[in-house]
């Protein structure tokens, strides 16, 4: 059974920083491209960031470019969202997500339940 | 980047209904859509992707149509458990991989 199960959110100040956390299991890690998708509380869903198998690939959302970054531990079967400079529009439920294939660029087949963020002063 | 419409935000049906839900991309993506059903306090589930192919375990009540910039979701004899909200989202040639805004189906 395919599990990803985040981490690292809660309350932080604007211009902070947080670092989430995916840990997978149940499918070969390493087949797979990942992502960050986040919701803010009663929204619709937005794609963040996306990375390859092999970590050769990244994509951002035009709103968190240069703040956010995703990365990967195919050693560990664990993603990380490094998020900088935090805002208020950042607060949403932030979901690990396993891709179909390996390149980012396939449906999103498997969700985790998420990790909350709350941005506010 | 491209934009997706869906249609209409919310509806009300009932067991056994027949329920459309429509998504309009602002640009063609082929069949690159999928369709998410999401259900309160939990995470979002595919459907079906590439435009018509269901999901592993998605009952068959499920279909999934369209090609180009106008795509529809259909369940054919709406269940309890189908009470819930539907994305649309594209995969077509390079991100963001944008969603549509959701369709509440509501009892």
């Known amino acids: 059974e395919v599990q990803l199960v985040e981490s690292g959110g809660g309350l932080v100040q604007p211009g902070r920083s947080l670092r989430l956390s995916c840990a997978a299991s149940?499918?070969?890690?390493?087949?797979?491209?990942l992502h960050w998708v986040r919701q803010a509380p009663g929204k619709g869903l937005e794609w963040v960031a996306g990375i390859s198998w092999n970590s050769a690939y990244t994509d951002y959302a035009e709103s968190v470019k240069g703040r956010f970054t995703i990365s990967r531990d195919n050693a560990k079967n664990s993603l990380y969202l490094e998020m900088n400079t935090l805002r208020t529009e950042d607060t949403a439920l932030y979901y690990c997500?396993?891709?179909?294939?390996?390149?980012?660029?396939?449906?999103?087949?498997?969700w985790g339940q998420g990790t909350l963020v709350t941005v506010s002063s | 980047d491209i934009q997706m419409t869906q249609s209409p935000s919310s509806l009300s049906a009932s067991a056994g209904d027949r329920v459309t839900i429509t998504c309009r991309a602002s640009q063609s993506v082929l069949t690159h859509v999928n369709w998410y059903q999401q259900k309160p306090g939990k995470a979002p589930k595919l459907l079906i992707f590439a435009g018509s192919n269901l999901q592993s375990g998605v009952p068959s009540r499920f279909s999934g149509s369209g090609s180009g910039r106008d795509f529809t979701l259909t369940i054919s004899g709406l269940q309890p458990e189908d009470f819930a909200t539907y994305f649309c989202q594209h995969f077509y040639n390079s991100p963001p991989w944008t969603f549509g805004q959701g369709t509440k189906v509501e009892l």
């Open positions: 149940g499918f070969t890690f390493d087949d797979h491209a």
């Open positions: 997500v396993k891709d179909r294939g390996s390149s980012a660029f396939s449906p999103f087949e498997d």
